[in-house]
């Protein structure tokens, strides 16, 4: 519990959940229930290939499967909205981007609508700003791996549609979503996926200083290395801040033997 600066600066150490054997974890998102910390996150799982979203409480187990489909699923970026709970997981094997509503949480969801259809996205990323709706998602291929695009709506439920100024945000390798936009000491920081190195190498935080339906502008604030201490030293590659928790993944090159 605490804010990112803690973990970033070294002053506070992060309670790692460890996966099983045969399993990865990554992309958390948290969210709290009558004082409670969850988080979601993907569970990879080696023997399918394919990942589905599960969450725990406390940030320990029991670790629990609550949205599986018969294609892949992982960043299941979370948001409250008008009293309800949302999620927009990536899906991109499904050739389209919905949004899924929490009917019992935490466990039961229901396809509430599609936001973009006949497409191939990543890491979907929703902000609410000045009464209008933005959504950054990445491409598959190529592209996805130094290229964001931008759409806007005026609702949620959308019509989505590019932004008008720049529908593409960044053109090299590390313009990648990784985690939720923050609020920090007035800043609006996104982070992103530093990539130059290694997948998932280190987190970039970019400062928005514009944002409208007609006028985009983000800058380089600041960089976020894995440290050398943790368990997993070999990267960081996602972030949440979110009710005064913040959730990182990171990993460790293990040799296969």
């Known amino acids: 519990k605490g804010d990112w600066p803690e973990l970033q600066q070294g002053r506070k150490a992060?309670?790692?959940?460890?996966p099983p054997p045969g399993h990865f974890y990554a992309d958390p998102f948290v969210v709290t229930r009558d004082g409670t910390p969850w988080v979601f996150f993907e569970d990879y799982v080696g023997a399918s290939e394919r990942g589905h979203i599960a969450c725990c409480a406390n940030f320990e187990g029991p670790v629990v499967p609550v949205l599986e489909a018969d294609f892949h699923l992982s960043y299941p970026f979370l948001l409250e909205w008008e009293g309800q709970l949302f999620c927009v997981p990536e899906q991109n094997a499904s050739g389209k981007l919905s949004l899924y509503r929490c009917l019992d949480f935490p466990g039961k969801w229901v396809e509430e609508c599609e936001l973009l259809s006949d497409c191939q996205v990543i890491d979907p990323t929703l902000l609410h700003w000045q009464n209008h709706w933005y959504l950054w998602v990445g491409e598959v291929g190529e592209s996805a791996r130094h290229?964001?695009?931008?759409?806007q709506s005026e609702s949620l439920t959308g019509p989505w549609k590019p932004h008008a100024r720049v529908p593409r945000v960044?053109?090299?390798?590390?313009?990648r979503n990784g985690g939720t936009i923050l609020s920090y000491q007035g800043r609006l920081l996104r982070p992103a996926q530093n990539r130059t190195r290694t997948y998932g190498g280190s987190l970039v935080l970019y400062e928005i200083s514009e944002l409208s339906p007609h006028g985009y502008r983000e800058h380089e604030w600041g960089r976020w290395e894995p440290d050398p201490g943790w368990p997993y030293p070999d990267g960081l590659h996602h972030l949440c801040a979110r009710d005064g928790y913040s959730v990182i993944d990171a990993k460790l090159f293990v040799e296969d033997l």
Do not use: A, Q
């Open 14 to 18: 992060p309670n790692w959940l460890h």
């Open 170 to 175: 960044k053109w090299d390798w590390t313009g």
């Open 147 to 151: 290229e964001v695009l931008l759409y």
